[in-house]
């Protein structure tokens, strides 16, 4: 039986883990707290209880010929993803597993003012948050290569689907750039996201690295508007590229400003993907349907 272990499985990772149980899988779904693990355990699901944040909850990782996802976010501030690294200590203590999925973010890449990014382009991040998931992607590379352990990285851009939307920033109605000055951004639809996963896991080689989106980028007003549209509220106040800089927070200001167009053909070809949502449109009329 094949064994699957989704260290923080949350959004995406309980949707990995149902399309594993349904292949007949046996699924250990990794949670920070109690209520998450008695609902995972009341599916049907093993569960372990682990943060991260402290290096002692990992001492032993004991996962032999396991695939292991790793979706753990990083933690706020500096450039070292310490839970990365506190997991990796642990699997360097245990019996290592068969190939590790790391899901980082397209974030690492540099900003290209509109320009394309494939999988070959500089990983040269100006956000803190890029330059910790770099961090973690070099850790986890490190310890396949030491360990003899497969490895493949999915550089994730923003991700969508039913209850991830952004009805909050809507509903208060908080400024968007205006659409002249709003570049190229990308998304994918958290089921595509999870099907792309199972298929990282049993297509890809050693060492690979995937892009993942739709690839069909569109601005980030563009994707509010429709969202607003999709959701029948009115649509967000638009602001200059100046206005934005002043009346922003800093991390809400660094998502509209940036702009790139992620290129995804490798993951399409490599890992023969078939998107069921290959643009917003489609993506969006499901999760609106899915929440309501």
Do not use: W
Not at 1 to 9: N, S, Y
Not at 193 to 205: T, Y
Not at 250 to 268: A, C, G, H, K
């Amino acid at each position: 039986m094949q064994k699957v272990f989704i260290a923080g499985c949350g959004y995406i990772g309980e949707r990995i883990a149902r399309l594993y149980r349904e292949s007949g899988a046996d699924v250990t779904c990794m949670v920070r707290s109690l209520e998450h693990a008695a609902r995972l355990e009341s599916s049907g699901f093993s569960t372990a209880i682990r943060t991260l944040d402290d290096s002692t909850e990992c001492s032993e990782m004991k996962l032999p010929e396991s695939t292991v996802f790793y979706l753990v976010p990083p933690p706020g501030g500096g450039i070292v993803d310490y839970r990365a690294r506190n997991f990796i200590a642990g699997l360097e203590n245990g019996d290592k597993p068969k190939k590790i999925v790391y899901m980082s973010a397209t974030s690492v890449y540099s900003e290209t003012g509109g320009g394309v990014v494939t999988e070959e382009s500089p990983s040269e991040p100006t956000s803190a948050m890029g330059k910790r998931r770099l961090d973690a992607e070099a850790a986890f590379h490190a310890y396949g290569k030491k360990n003899d352990v497969s490895v493949v990285i999915l550089r994730v851009s923003g991700i969508y689907g039913p209850g991830r939307l952004p009805l909050m920033q809507i509903s208060q109605g908080q400024p968007l750039l205006r659409e002249e000055e709003s570049g190229p951004s990308n998304r994918i639809h958290a089921d595509d996201l999870a099907s792309i996963c199972l298929a990282a896991a049993q297509h890809s080689e050693n060492g690979a690295i995937f892009n993942v989106s739709d690839g069909n980028p569109s601005s980030m007003t563009t994707y509010f508007n429709t969202c607003a549209d999709a959701l029948n509220l009115p649509r967000q106040q638009q602001v200059t590229l100046e206005e934005a800089r002043r009346i922003m927070s800093p991390l809400m200001f660094s998502y509209v400003s940036e702009s790139r167009i992620i290129d995804n053909s490798r993951m399409l070809e490599r890992l023969n993907i078939v998107l069921r949502y290959p643009g917003i449109l489609e993506g969006l009329s499901a999760s609106v349907s899915s929440c309501g």
